[in-house]
């Protein structure tokens, strides 16, 4: 909960100000002011439980605040957050949770009172155990706790029945039971359609750059599921590039795209330090747009390479290839994070790096 303490300010600044909130220091049942006796202190009898109000309870909270939480925290495990204190909801407290792994957070950003903001709480955790989204949980909940501003009930301050909620990531998410739903169904971002929301657009993940038939030819045994393109729409390729997850340029024709890749330098190279795999056949040069430092040389030709990395999957994917590969050149040094997959038997001539 947050605290209802002038430490360091009541309200906090808004938004993204330092939220604070107390956590008791020993383990105990929730629920009580005073004691386990005494859960309602007889000094208000509003029904209404805010433990560091009182002095004797108060002394087993501790306060923390949303920068000490980020600090102690990595992962924490994509849970759903419900946030009903405005002290927490109206701070950076949402978008650090988010930023740890949460999957869904819904804050209240501005003043809401106890009753409808327990009773918003009690509804969406009902309404997540029955299998509702968050979505779903939030707005049935907001509908039963809070009524319209416009048409207020006579005689009472909307603040005591008004729920303001914002929620943070995809409303779609929902809880799921580990044993009966141990993993969450996948779905293909690239072509999912969510109400009338594609995520990928419907872009293909694999794009090939190319200026002959070769690598179209090749890649179509395997998947019609790609893009081609050349040096005459390379802009084209630049502009869906960080929704692909493979690029693949053709053997022999990096000479003609590297004016390209040089001016796009910080794309490509952004592009493969995020994940995206950039598969490059017949190296004829040292590429100065390179993610990593690589160093080519020419001298050396064969028909055969000598595997070193034999259950690489860029060597077993989709078919396992054999030595009899011609290589022209090999690469004579390379950055530590640089895998050999295989060489003329003294020189790396098959490399891969993430």
């Known amino acids: 909960h947050g605290t209802l303490t002038l430490l360091p300010r009541d309200p906090p600044d808004r938004p993204n100000g330092e939220g604070y909130f107390s956590l008791r220091n020993s383990q105990s049942p929730y629920g009580f002011e005073e004691s386990l006796a005494i859960r309602e202190s007889p000094s208000d009898g509003d029904s209404l439980v ?55 957070v819904t804050a209240a950003p501005r003043t809401v009172y106890f009753q409808p903001a327990g009773h918003l709480s009690v509804l969406l955790a009902q309404g997540l155990s029955e299998g509702n989204t968050i979505g779903e949980a939030l707005s ?15 005689g009472r301050d909307p603040r005591d029945y008004a729920n303001q909620q914002v929620l943070f990531g995809d409303p779609s998410v929902r809880l799921y039971e580990p044993g ?29 750059l190319g200026a002959s038939v070769y690598l179209q030819d090749a890649i179509s045994v395997v998947t019609t599921d790609f893009d081609y393109y050349e040096n005459s729409n390379f802009s084209d390729f630049i502009e869906l590039l960080f929704l692909r997850s493979t690029v693949i340029i053709e053997p022999n024709t990096l000479p003609s795209f590297n004016d390209n890749l040089l001016l796009h330098t910080d794309d490509i190279r952004t592009y493969v330090r995020a994940g995206g795999i950039l598969a490059i056949m017949g190296v004829s040069g040292t590429g100065d747009w390179s993610p990593w430092p690589i160093t080519y040389l020419a001298s050396g030709s064969g028909s055969t390479v000598t595997i070193v ?43 891969a790096a993430s």
Not at 143 to 153: E, F, K, V, W
Not at 186 to 208: C, L, M, Q, W
Not at 309 to 334: A, K, R
């Open 50 to 104: 805010n433990p560091v109000a009182f002095a004797a309870e108060a002394a087993n909270h501790v306060i923390k605040s949303t920068s000490e939480l980020d600090a102690a925290v990595d992962n924490i495990g994509s849970p759903i957050v419900i946030l009903t204190a405005c002290l927490l909801g109206g701070t950076g407290m949402p978008l650090m949770l988010m930023q740890h792994g949460a999957v869904a």
């Open 140 to 154: 049935n909940g907001l509908t039963l706790t809070s009524s319209d501003y416009a048409n207020p009930i006579t």
């Open 180 to 208: 009966s739903s141990p993993h969450v169904g996948s779905v293909d971002s690239g072509y999912e359609e969510f109400n009338t929301h594609k995520p990928g657009r419907g872009i293909p993940s694999t794009a090939a």
């Open 309 to 351: 990395d034999p259950n690489h999957p860029l060597l077993t994917i989709p078919n396992n290839l054999s030595t009899g590969i011609d290589y022209q050149g090999h690469f004579e040094s390379l950055w530590t994070n640089f895998t050999v997959l295989a060489t003329d038997s003294t020189n790396p001539v098959i490399v």
